[in-house]
T-cell receptor, first 115, second 114 residues
Framework: AQSVTQLGSHVSVSEGALVLLRCNYSSSVPPYLFWYVQYPNQGLQLLLKYTTGATLVKGINGFEAEFKKSETSFHLTKPSAHMSDAAEYFCAVSDRRNQGGKLIFGQGTELSVKP | EPEVTQTPSHQVTQMGQEVILRCVPISNHLYFYWYRQILGQKVEFLVSFYNNEISEKSEIFDDQFSVERPDGSNFTLKIRSTKLEDSAMYFC????????????FGEGSRLTVL
C-alpha cells in the first residue's frame, strides 16, 4: 500500500528565507507525486506535480520539488519565503497503474512566515 | 476560470440524521471524488466515481455513505445516519485526465454532527 510521510507538522521561516518542506513516500512502484496548498477556509490547490521526465519540477508561486527515487523523496522548496506563502501544504501520491487518480495525502505541514 | 462548487459550506445536524452534500464538478470532467478532513488530521480519500459508477472506495466509505450523479451536473454525497465521528470537512474534486491529471478541489463543506 502507498503512504506518504511529511516530516514536521509545522515549519516556521522568516520572510526571505529558504522554504524546505519534506515529503517521503512508500510505494512498490514509483508513483505520481503532487504538492497541494490549502489556504485558510479554502480548498486544495495544486502547486506542482511529477509524473514522468525531468525530476525537478517547477510549480506556481516560485515553488519547486525534486523527485529522488533513491531516497523516495519529493521535497518542496522555495528560495525566498513570502508572507503570502503561509498556508498548509500537502504532499500526495497516486498509483500510476490505477486510472482514476485516487490521491493518498500526507498529514500536512503548516508553514508560518515571520516578518 | 472553471471551478468546483460545493454546497452547503457548513451544515450542522443531529446524530442519526441524513445529510446530503452537493457538488458541481467542472463541466467537462470525467472523474469525481469525495475526500474528507477531520479537524487536525490528513485529507482522506472516500470514493471515486467514473462513468456513472463507483470506481474505488475506501474503508471509511461504508454502507452509511452513498454517491450519486443524478442529473449530469451535480455529484452528491449522502450520509444516511450521521455519527459524531462524521464531523469533518468534506471536499469534492474532479479531473478530466485520470491519474496524471490535476484534481480540482472545491472549497469544502464543513459538517458538524451534534
Amino acid at each position: 500500500a502507498q503512504s506518504v510521510t511529511q516530516l514536521g507538522s509545522h515549519v516556521s521561516v522568516s520572510e526571505g528565507a529558504l522554504v524546505l518542506l519534506r515529503c517521503n513516500y512508500s510505494s512498490s512502484v514509483p508513483p505520481y507525486l503532487f504538492w497541494y496548498v490549502q489556504y485558510p477556509n479554502q480548498g486544495l490547490q495544486l502547486l506542482l506535480k511529477y509524473t514522468t521526465g525531468a525530476t525537478l519540477v517547477k510549480g506556481i508561486n516560485g515553488f519547486e520539488a525534486e523527485f529522488k527515487k533513491s531516497e523516495t523523496s519529493f521535497h518542496l522548496t522555495k528560495p525566498s519565503a513570502h508572507m503570502s506563502d503561509a498556508a498548509e501544504y500537502f504532499c500526495a501520491v497516486s498509483d500510476r497503474r490505477n486510472q482514476g487518480g485516487k490521491l493518498i495525502f500526507g498529514q500536512g505541514t503548516e508553514l508560518s512566515v515571520k516578518p | 476560470e472553471p471551478e468546483v462548487t460545493q454546497t452547503p459550506s457548513h451544515q450542522v445536524t443531529q446524530m442519526g440524521q441524513e445529510v446530503i452534500l452537493r457538488c458541481v464538478p467542472i463541466s467537462n470532467h470525467l472523474y469525481f471524488y469525495w475526500y474528507r478532513q477531520i479537524l487536525g488530521q490528513k485529507v482522506e480519500f472516500l470514493v471515486s466515481f467514473y462513468n456513472n459508477e463507483i470506481s474505488e472506495k475506501s474503508e471509511i466509505f461504508d454502507d452509511q455513505f452513498s454517491v450519486e450523479r443524478p442529473d449530469g451536473s451535480n455529484f452528491t454525497l449522502k450520509i444516511r445516519s450521521t455519527k459524531l465521528e462524521d464531523s469533518a470537512m468534506y471536499f469534492c474534486a474532479s479531473t478530466g485526465q485520470g491519474v496524471t491529471g490535476e484534481l480540482f478541489f472545491g472549497e469544502g463543506s464543513r459538517l458538524t454532527v451534534l
